[in-house]
C-alpha cells in the first residue's frame, strides 16, 4: 500500500459525525473508503477517527486509546467500527527466509498490538450493539472502492 495523507473534504455536511474541517486520511484506501462513504446513500452517519476505544496493549502492558478508522450508521440502523489495514497485517507473521530478524519482531509488535486493539473494540461494539470488522483491500474492493495498483 503505498502511504500518503491529507485532508479529506467532506460533500454531505449533514451525513459526518465530528469536526468536518479536519477530516484526516492517513492512507489512499482511507480516502476512498471515506468518499464510499459521503457519496453512498445508504450511508446515514459516518465518522474518521470519532471513537476512542479505550484498551490495554499485550505488547507493554499498558493502557492505552484506540481512535478507530471509521464510524458507520447505515439507514437500517446498523452501526460499525471500521478499522482499514492490508491482509498482510492482518495475519500473524512468519519468519521466512531471507527476512531479516529485526523486521520479523516488528511485525510481531505491530500484530500484538492490533490484535490488543481489535478485542478491546470487539468487546466496545458488542456493548452497544455495535459491528467491528477489519477492511482489507479485498473487503474495500468487493464493496466496490476503486484501490490504486
Same mark, same amino acid.
Given at each position: @500500500? #503505498?502511504? !500518503? +495523507? ?11 459525525? *465530528?469536526?468536518? +474541517? ?9 480516502? =476512498? ?7 453512498? %446513500?445508504?450511508?446515514? +452517519? ?7 476505544? %479505550? ?5 507493554? *502492558?499498558?493502557?492505552?486509546? !484506540?481512535?478507530?478508522?471509521? !464510524?458507520?450508521?447505515?439507514?437500517? *440502523? #446498523?452501526? !460499525?467500527?471500521?478499522?482499514? +489495514?492490508?491482509? =498482510?497485517? &492482518?495475519?500473524?507473521?512468519? @519468519?521466512?527466509? *531471507?527476512? $531479516? #530478524?529485526? $523486521? ?5 509488535? &505491530? ?5 490488543? #486493539? ?9 456493548? $452497544?450493539? @455495535?459491528?467491528?470488522?477489519?477492511? &482489507? ?11 490504486? &495498483?
Amino acid at each position: @500500500m #503505498k502511504y !500518503y +495523507k491529507g485532508k479529506y473534504k467532506i460533500q454531505n455536511l449533514n451525513k459526518y459525525v *465530528g469536526d468536518h +474541517k479536519n477530516v484526516i486520511f492517513r492512507s489512499h484506501w482511507e480516502r =476512498q473508503a471515506f468518499r464510499w462513504c459521503d457519496q453512498n %446513500p445508504n450511508i446515514k +452517519k459516518w465518522g474518521s477517527e470519532c471513537l476512542i476505544i %479505550p484498551y490495554r496493549c499485550a505488547t507493554d *502492558g499498558k493502557h492505552h486509546r !484506540y481512535f478507530v478508522d471509521l !464510524y458507520i450508521e447505515f439507514n437500517d *440502523g #446498523k452501526k !460499525y467500527c471500521i478499522e482499514i +489495514k492490508p491482509e =498482510q497485517q &492482518t495475519k500473524q507473521p512468519e @519468519m521466512k527466509r *531471507g527476512k $531479516r #530478524k529485526d $523486521r520479523f519482531l516488528q511485525e510481531c509488535l &505491530t500484530y500484538a498490538k492490533n490484535q490488543s #486493539k481489535w478485542a478491546a473494540a470487539q468487546q466496545f461494539c458488542q456493548k $452497544r450493539g @455495535m459491528h467491528f470488522e477489519v477492511w &482489507t483491500e479485498h473487503t474495500l474492493k468487493g464493496l466496490g472502492i476503486k484501490l490504486l &495498483t
